[in-house]
């Protein structure tokens, strides 16, 4: 079975990993934000199982795992704080809520 | 017996805390039986130790005792503990009895006052205060009880504090004292950077052995805790606080002048008389200042129409004649003049606050008269004291006193002829200004009204004083016996002064006095005004008035300068360093605080830059 080249790989998770970032950055709907955290999560997974294939390892895709199950935590505590904010402001924009400013 | 000797500090001490903690909520009866029964504690204590210490004296002449060790550092170990001999005895036992009758005195004189228990609370911490550094066995709680002394006469000079005259002449007080403790603290650094301890035996072996005569360490040590002396003693040049303490209440003044404070500084340099003794210059400096302040406190004292301000003169007067005594090398001397000093002194001021509540606070001698008749009692126990004062022949007390300290000074190997004149001027000075006194307040017509009698507490004190004003004198040989066993005897010089001429001497000078005042107060008293009213007369009179222009020329030299740095550096540049530092940090908040923006993704844009800035500083770097 032909390899995928490491670098190749790690380009690509880089790749996901900014745009999951830039996705957390700029957009200002909260779904959105949760969701480009997820991207930037899987793409440092990739990077994992990437590493992990090129040394035949099996620590990167067990790494995976653990992050798996830690990103749908996440995504449960989240998306309940995502209720209670439309509930309280009937908005989804996190510019909304500053009201915690200096 | 002995072993109670921690008590006698400690009774005073807790009847203060006691008083100062429940004393608002205590009845007058229980403040009263608590503010005056522990001194009378204390003083029956100290009763029993003496009886005990001269009926089976301890080996060494001396007891110790320790009751634990109050800091530990390295080799700094000072304890707290009393050294009782026959000086720290005589002193404890004054002190103490003089005290108590003070407090039973001021039971009946400050019945109406709103802060009775706040005066007693006072005292009492001011007697244990005493107690404490007459029985300190090392130089570090002796300087506690030197503070707490002057701590106490600061609280009770400025008693009546809603009068600001009385809280400026305490605030006064405690300043003037304080430039003498600076010294003496001083002087305690240098005594344990060089000796490398600070209980008193030890220290004085240590020096006996380490500095020899004339040495500058000697000397520096010595000047430096006679400048602590002089502060507390009320001697030249600092002597300018003493008068303005009688802005308290009269029996603090007694306290002040008979038992506590002024004589502090005597105890000290007698405590500490071996440093004197190698430091000749400065021993001698002791017994010059001694005659300089006795004679110009007795000019002030003739000027001045205070009652107790003529009384505070004569004590600068007096202690002035102790510190003649100790410059001489006559210890045992001062401390007998100390021990008579306090009981006719006591009596003077017990007995003048007699006539002062009986004329509605009347201070001015030239406004009281005739009150022969009207005050027996305050007439014949002021008339006792006064005789005392003045070294009446034969009978007082403070003749006896002042005749050992007389004849010192003209026979000791380290006093003088000139010394001596000074002492016998000073005689003729007190009994002048004694007499002026007697005469002006007891003879004469009558100018103010008696409206109140002393009643009981107020007349047992000044009797029992007056008979120790007399009888106090007479234990001469027996005195000079015992406080040898602690302080080394006088060294004669050959082809000095006799005895026998000295004391006649010294009875004529008394007699000049006396007919002094009796013929310009009493023959013809127009006299004195007229002396008054020439110009030369009046401007002597100004000068001695103002206590030698020392009060002007320190408000000249010290106050106002300090006043014109205080105004004109009100900004208080120094300050500004501080004031700086925190509008820094005031600014440097206000700048990050706009990054609290409360914005979740600025935030996160925060925290991933940081993220990429760390990293790339761990790998560039």
Redesign the interface.
């Known amino acids: 079975m032909e390899m995928v080249p490491i670098r190749d790989g790690f380009i690509l998770a880089g790749a996901l990993f900014a745009l999951g970032?830039i996705g957390?950055?700029?957009r200002?709907n909260v779904i959105f934000?949760l969701m480009s955290l997820e991207v930037m999560l899987n793409a440092a997974g990739l990077a994992f199982v990437v590493a992990g294939a090129r040394w035949g390892q099996p620590d990167g895709q067990v790494v995976f795992l653990f992050i798996l199950a830690m990103a749908a935590a996440e995504v449960s505590v989240g998306l309940a704080l995502v209720l209670e904010l439309y509930h309280q402001y009937k908005s989804l924009d996190?510019?909304a809520?500053?009201?915690?400013?200096? | 017996m002995l072993e109670l000797l921690w008590l006698v500090p400690a009774i005073p001490f807790a009847g203060a805390l006691v008083l100062a903690v429940l004393g608002a909520r205590m009845s007058h009866k229980s403040a009263t039986i608590m503010g005056v029964g522990t001194v009378a504690a204390s003083a029956i204590i100290s009763i029993l130790i003496a009886a005990e210490f001269l009926n089976s004296p301890p080996a060494t002449g001396m007891y110790t005792q320790t009751l634990w060790t109050w800091i530990d550092v390295g080799s700094f170990r000072p304890q707290i503990a009393f050294y009782l001999d026959a000086l720290s005895l005589v002193m404890m036992v004054v002190v103490t009895f003089v005290s108590f009758l003070i407090h039973l005195y001021s039971a009946e004189f400050m019945r109406t006052d709103e802060g009775y228990s706040r005066f007693f609370a006072y005292m009492n911490l001011f007697v244990a205060c005493m107690v404490t550094l007459l029985l300190a066995d090392n130089l570090l709680l002796l300087y506690l009880g030197w503070e707490g002394v002057g701590l106490c006469s600061y609280l009770l000079i400025g008693f009546w504090y809603q009068d600001p005259v009385n809280g400026r002449a305490g605030r006064k007080a405690f300043i003037v004292t304080r430039v003498g403790d600076t010294a003496m603290a001083i002087g305690l650094f240098l005594l344990f950077h060089s000796l490398g301890t600070l209980r008193i035996q030890d220290l004085l072996h240590a020096a006996q052995v380490q500095w020899s005569t004339g040495s500058a360490y000697a000397i520096a040590a010595a000047a430096l805790l006679l400048g602590g002396a002089v502060g507390k003693s009320a001697q030249l040049p600092l002597q300018t606080w003493l008068p303005d303490a009688m802005a308290g209440p009269t029996p603090t003044s007694a306290l002040i002048h008979a038992a506590t404070m002024v004589t502090a500084g005597v105890y000290l340099i007698a405590r500490t008389h071996v440093l004197f003794e190698l430091a000749p210059p400065v021993q001698f400096a002791v017994a010059a200042i001694g005659a300089a302040t006795l004679l110009m406190a007795g000019f002030s004292a003739l000027t001045q129409n205070d009652i107790k301000r003529v009384l505070a003169y004569s004590t600068v007067s007096q202690i002035g004649y102790m510190f003649l005594a100790l410059g001489v090398g006559a210890w045992g001397a001062a401390i007998f003049h100390f021990m008579t000093h306090a009981f006719f002194k006591a009596l003077l001021f017990l007995a003048a606050g007699i006539i002062i509540e009986s004329l509605h606070h009347e201070h001015n001698i030239f406004r009281m008269g005739g009150l022969r008749k009207e005050l027996p009692i305050a007439f014949w126990t002021f008339l006792i004291a006064g005789c005392s004062l003045a070294g009446l022949p034969l009978i007082t007390a403070g003749y006896y006193s002042k005749d050992l300290i007389l004849w010192s000074a003209g026979s000791s190997a380290a006093g003088s002829t000139a010394l001596w004149a000074a002492g016998i001027a000073g005689v003729v000075l007190t009994s002048l200004y004694t007499f002026r006194l007697i005469f002006l307040v007891f003879f004469g017509p009558v100018r103010t009204l008696v409206s109140r009698r002393p009643g009981l507490a107020m007349t047992i004190p000044v009797c029992v004083l007056a008979v120790l004003s007399i009888v106090g004198g007479f234990d001469k040989a027996p005195f000079a016996r015992f406080i040898a066993t602690a302080l080394p005897t006088l060294s004669e010089a050959v082809g000095g002064i006799t005895e026998t001429l000295s004391s006649i001497v010294a009875a004529l000078a008394f007699l000049c006095g006396l007919l002094g005042a009796w013929f310009v107060y009493q023959r013809n008293p127009t006299l004195a005004t007229a002396m008054v009213e020439n110009p030369a007369g009046r401007a002597l009179h100004r000068f001695w008035f103002s206590d030698w222009a020392m009060d002007w020329l320190y408000d000249r030299l010290f106050v106002r300068p300090v006043i014109w740095i205080a105004r004109v550096n009100k900004a208080d540049l120094v300050d500004s360093i501080y004031d700086g530092l925190a509008s820094l940090t005031a600014i440097c908040y206000r700048v990050?605080?706009?990054?609290?923006?409360?914005?979740?993704?600025w935030y996160?844009?925060w925290i991933?830059g940081g993220t990429v800035a760390f990293v790339a500083i761990v790998m560039f770097l």
């Open positions: 970032l957390v950055l700029v200002r934000i996190t510019d809520v500053s009201r915690m400013k200096g | 990050l605080s706009l990054t609290e923006t409360g914005k979740l993704r996160a844009a991933a």
